[in-house]
């Protein structure tokens, strides 16, 4: 059973910055397409970042092009996510997943299998 766990976030001042964490048991993330999303109140969840289980390639949404990075620690089992330059507009839970299918180049669009319960992050100041 592959259980994912976010931490991490947390209440920053506008432009501050944050660094989600993603790890994972049952699993091991380097071989996973892993997605970053995040739902505000009131709205859809929304596509951040993913990162391919193929070949590590990196993908942004284009409203956190330049601000986010997500990177993998393959030895901490660990997927990352650094935010700078937050925005109030940036406040939602964000969750982490893992699209169970190996190897897989990532997407945003497609459905993913394990998720974990979520980090508050608060913009505000």
């Known amino acids: 059973q592959v259980q994912v766990v976010e931490s991490g976030g947390g209440l920053v001042q506008p432009g501050g910055s944050l660094r989600l964490s993603c790890a994972a048991s049952?699993?091991?993330?380097?071989?996973?397409?892993i997605g970053w999303f995040r739902q505000a109140p009131g709205k859809e969840r929304e596509g951040i970042s993913c990162?391919?289980?193929?070949?590590?390639?990196?993908y942004y949404a284009e409203f956190v092009k330049g601000r986010f990075t997500i990177s993998r620690d393959n030895a901490k089992n660990t997927v990352y996510l650094e935010m700078h330059n937050l925005k109030p507009e940036d406040t939602a839970v964000y969750y982490c997943a893992v699209e169970a299918p190996m190897f897989r180049q990532c997407a945003l669009t497609r459905p993913y299998d394990y998720w974990g319960q979520g980090t508050q992050v608060t913009v505000s100041a």
């Open positions: 990162i391919s289980g193929n070949n590590g390639d990196p």
């Open positions: 049952g699993a091991t993330l380097a071989y996973y397409a």
